[in-house]
C-alpha cells in the first residue's frame, strides 16, 4: 500500500461519514417538520406503523447492516432470498432495523457462534428458521 494513498482513504472516509450524518439529520429534521397525518400516510404507503417508522428513520440506514452477516453466518443466500422472497427479506430487514440486541448480535458475528446462539435474541429467529423449513421441504 502505497503510504500517500492510505490517508486519502482515512480521509474520504471521514468525509463520507460526515456525509452520512448530515443526511440521517436532515431526514431526522424533515420527520419532525412533517405533520402527523402526512407521516402517518408515510407509514401506511410503507406497511409500516407510524411508531416503527419514527424508530426506523431515528436508527438510520444502516440499522440493518448486521441481516446479511447473520443470513452469512446460517448459510442463507441473501442474493438468492431477494431473489426468491423479497417481501420475507424486507420484513426480515424492517425486524432487524427494530431490533434491540444490536449489541449482543454483533458479538455473537465477530466471534463466530451467532449461527448457534441467534435463536436465544434475534427477533428474525422464527424467520430463518421457517426458511431452514421451507428449504426441507
Not at 461519514?17 to 410503507?46: C, P, Y
Not at 443470513?71 to 424492517?94: S, Y
Request: hydrophobic fraction near 40%; glycine fraction near 6%; aromatic fraction near 4%.
Amino acid at each position: 500500500m502505497n503510504v500517500q494513498t492510505k490517508p486519502h482513504a482515512i480521509v474520504n472516509r471521514v468525509i463520507d461519514t460526515f456525509g452520512d450524518w448530515l443526511k440521517h439529520r436532515r431526514a431526522l429534521r424533515e420527520m419532525r417538520d412533517m405533520d402527523a397525518v402526512n407521516f402517518g400516510q408515510i407509514a401506511s404507503d410503507l406497511r409500516v406503523s407510524s411508531a416503527d417508522l419514527e424508530t426506523l428513520v431515528r436508527r438510520g440506514p444502516h440499522a440493518a447492516n448486521q441481516l446479511p452477516k447473520m443470513l452469512g453466518a446460517l448459510g442463507i443466500n441473501e442474493v438468492d432470498l431477494a431473489r426468491t422472497e423479497p417481501l420475507v427479506l424486507r420484513d426480515m430487514e424492517r425486524v432487524c432495523s427494530l431490533c434491540n440486541h444490536k449489541r449482543q448480535c454483533g458479538r455473537e458475528l465477530v466471534a463466530g457462534t451467532a449461527a448457534a446462539h441467534y435463536a436465544d435474541y434475534c427477533a428474525n429467529a422464527h424467520t430463518i428458521d421457517g426458511l431452514g423449513e421451507r428449504a426441507n421441504v
